[in-house]
């Protein structure tokens, strides 16, 4: 650096007369600032491992889920006592199944069925979900009426947490949800093997429930997925082709300047905003069904626009006036100038921009919250016209639950979104890397 | 390339279009977060009983929210049910007439006891509504004059209370919660602590002297809540010395890491609240439009599932997690005016 700067008139000169140039104030000036950023930087880090940390710590267990595999007997003793599964099929929907589970957990516990008190408390180790789980089973198969299997049953969810040693033990009996008893079967069951944590596919699979054992985010995956569909088939190509129109051929005036200011004030309205007109004129004017992803779709539509055109539009300023003006000079028309020169070199920087646009939509609730999206969803939805819900209002809804196993599955869910957005955002960088052009 | 998205636009436009012709075959309810966890519980197993129809769509969002889409009008595209933790008010009751919806019926589902809890590691806590009172109001009276509150520590109230200065973490306004903690602590602390007399000596108007014998203090001591419970308890493990307000199912599942308050000696529970020794609880409620009964596939068979002692009764899934049951006869009245029809 010192060699190239020449000399100055006007400055004075030192002593050893040699002028000074500043050069150590301005190096430390320069050290200060490095240090500065690097300050803001490790500040950042800071606190994104500690949010990391909080969410991957409560999460990870999640993944988990406690099963207890014990060989049921089907007895037709109790699921069909009268013999009429062939006459009356829903016979075997209705059959007592739970007790049938909870028989069979007694037989391994040593624990006679006569005794009201403690097989009730048998019951309590498994999970209402059991009912639905043995049915299924029967319905598919009821040649399995009479035999034995070897079934893993979800465990109940208090029994989940203390498995996981998420729930306090060490508090007097009455303060917990699982009694002594109860703590000692689970202790006897584990060391037998017979209770053990397996992975955990449910998380991913179920719908909403009320059990915490059986609740995953499936549900919300697929209305997320819909509306994440809907929101870039509507909103690339209308995004696209108003700034193509308005930085290519729109007249600028006052009338154009005025829709600029208007876009950019769009783009910072608060999304809450969005689900208020969603609810206005898909639901109440147009007559779409509440609690639908492709309503909760429109409106994230609405929401991303803003940012797409900007970006867009950013991007198409990008490019180099040189181009446009080759490809004119060369005979080209406008419009192929645009679309075999232009748009192609401003690919990236519209994708990149419609990618953090849709991360930005697959975040968000507010907007979900007035058009019916934050609700209890337990059925798939076949198309986007079926009542779903979304990934980040099962977060929501699992954060106000008050049961213990919902924690984990809270920071589960969590981890889950962060993953798709952290895909998402890997895929905008290397979009960008691959198509990139620099001039 | 834009030709084919614009198509897929078209596409799912037309989707769109077609389905808001279609009928709905769902049951959709919403509004209090209180009775949202019961409603949910109901729902699940409904799905489950009966494989004919679909479970149904249970919103959250709160009682008044709920109450206002409720009474947006009749026809598929508006909800067939609206949970309350509070009584329909005559305002909401009008709103709904002036929209159509003529006939609603009203079914009390049980009560829902509130209870007071402190951080587990302090000691056996015991209060009286007028404890609460003195600690919490905007202002009380010391030597026969009203005077903003002077209390900072809990031990200047009752020597159980946690060591320590007053923090309370209480429901805010837009819940339900809120109304039942006025009227059941607030105004009887303010008659049992005499404040009640000298507020009436002041203020002539009635509904004023209990506006203020209920208004709870704003200098920062007394914590507005507007989440849900479980923010309650986040607050609560922050600060040892607070004192929250639950819900009695939300404690019972978080009974570990919370120390219960007796109030006026007695321990909440579904027995001393059905019993109604256990003075703070409330009904909860759901309303039906009758309009939608036999046109939304599966809402009559919702409703009586719901009210079935299978759900309602004290031995059911929604006793266990912590609804108190209605006593026998009340739960009998519901059923006989669901079957009847009886509308409000």
């Known amino acids: 650096m010192t060699d190239v700067v020449s000399p100055v008139s006007g400055i004075p000169k030192t002593k050893a007369g040699r002028r000074d140039i500043g050069i150590k104030r301005r190096y430390a000036a320069e050290r200060r600032f490095r240090a500065y950023g690097v300050a803001a930087l490790s500040f950042g880090i800071i606190f994104l491992m500690l949010l990391l940390w909080s969410v991957v710590s409560k999460g990870y267990t999640a993944f988990q889920q406690t099963m207890i595999t014990i060989p049921i007997e089907f007895s037709e003793q109790t699921i069909d006592p009268q013999n009429e599964r062939a006459a009356n099929p829903q016979k075997l929907m209705t059959a007592n199944y739970p007790v049938v589970a909870r028989n069979a957990l007694a037989k391994t516990l040593g624990v006679s069925v006569d005794d009201r008190v403690k097989i009730r408390a048998v019951g309590q180790l498994l999970s209402d979900g059991v009912r639905t789980q043995l049915r299924d089973m029967v319905v598919a198969n009821p040649a399995i009426i009479g035999t034995t299997q070897n079934v893993a049953l979800l465990a109940a969810g208090d029994i989940d947490s203390a498995f996981k040693g998420q729930i306090n033990l060490s508090v007097a009996e009455g303060n917990r949800k699982i009694s002594d008893q109860q703590v000692t079967w689970m202790n006897q069951l584990a060391e037998s093997g017979v209770l053990a944590k397996h992975f955990n596919t449910g998380i991913f699979v179920n719908g909403a429930s009320s059990r915490p054992e059986a609740a995953g985010v499936g549900v919300a995956l697929i209305g997320s997925f819909y509306m994440m569909l809907i929101v870039l088939v509507l909103s690339l190509p209308i995004g696209v082709a108003a700034s193509i129109y308005l930085e290519e051929f729109a007249p600028k005036n006052k009338f154009t300047d005025l829709i600029e200011v208007n876009i950019n004030n769009l783009a910072a309205v608060p999304s809450i905003v969005y689900g208020l007109l969603g609810l206005a004129v898909f639901i109440n004017f147009m007559g779409l069904p509440r609690s639908a992803s492709l309503v909760g ?134 979009l960008r890397r691959r198509f990139e052009r620099r001039w | 390339m834009n030709i084919m998205k614009l198509s897929a636009a078209a596409l799912v436009a037309s989707v769109a279009f077609a389905g808001a012709a279609a009928a709905r075959d769902q049951v959709q309810v919403a509004g209090s977060s209180t009775v949202l966890p019961y409603a949910k519980i109901v729902a699940e197993t409904f799905g489950e009983t009966f494989p004919d129809f ?75 509504p007028k404890d609460l009172y003195k600690a919490l109001a905007a202002e009380v009276v010391v030597d026969g004059k009203l005077v903003a509150n002077p209390y900072k520590n809990w031990s200047e109230i009752n020597p159980t209370l946690p060591k320590g200065p007053i923090a309370a973490y ?175």
């Open chain 1, 297 to 430: 779709g429109l409106v994230l539509t609405l929401m991303t626009l803003p940012t797409i055109i900007i970006a867009t539009r950013a991007a198409l300023k990008a490019v180099p006036p040189s181009i446009r003006a080759a490809a004119l000079g060369l005979g080209a028309s406008k419009m192929q100038t645009i679309f075999h020169h232009v748009l192609p070199l401003a690919m990236p920087g519209i994708l990149t921009g419609t990618i953090i646009g849709l991360a930005h939509a697959l975040g968000e609730t507010a907007p979900l919250l007035l058009i019916g999206m934050v609700a209890f969803v337990a059925n798939y939805p076949a198309t986007p016209l079926d009542p779903s819900t979304a990934l980040p209002v099962q977060i929501y809804m699992w954060a106000n639950e008050a049961e213990r196993a919902f924690v984990e599955r809270t920071s589960g869910a969590i981890i889950i979104l962060l993953l798709f957005l952290i895909v998402m955002n890997v895929g905008a960088i290397l």
């Open chain 2, 54 to 128: 679909k479970t149904p769509i249970v919103e959250s969002g709160g009682s008044g929210a709920g109450l206002k889409e409720f009474c947006k009008g009749v026809g598929e595209a508006t909800i067939d049910i609206a949970n309350s933790s509070r009584p329909i008010n005559k305002s909401e009751i009008e709103a709904c007439k002036a929209a159509g919806v003529a006939d609603v019926q009203e079914i009390r589902i049980g009560y829902d006891g509130i209870v007071f809890a402190v951080d587990s590691s302090n000691g056996d806590v015991k209060v009286e």
């Open chain 2, 170 to 344: 209480i429901p805010g306004t837009k819940h339900g919660t809120r109304e039942v903690f006025e009227e059941k602590i607030m105004a009887h602390g303010c008659k049992d602590a005499g404040a009640q007399d000298v507020i009436k000596a002041a203020i002539t108007d009635a509904k004023q002297a209990t506006a203020k014998c209920v208004a709870v203090r704003k200098d920062g001591v007394a914590v507005d809540i507007d989440g849900d419970y479980t923010e309650t308890l986040a607050r609560i493990s922050a600060n040892k010395t607070g004192l929250g307000v639950f819900g009695l199912a939300f404690y019972e599942n978080n009974a570990d890491k919370l120390k219960v308050a007796t109030v006026n000696g007695i321990v909440p529970s579904t027995e001393t609240i059905s019993s109604g020794k256990y003075p703070v609880s409330r009904p909860l409620f759901f309303y039906v439009k009758k309009a939608h009964l036999g046109v939304i596939p599966g809402l009559k068979e919702y409703v009586e599932y719901f009210i079935s002692d299978d759900m309602v009764g004290p031995e059911g899934p929604l006793a266990e997690y912590g609804l108190v049951a209605a006593p026998d006869d009340q739960r009998e009245q519901v059923r006989k005016d669901f079957a009847a029809g009886k509308t409000m």
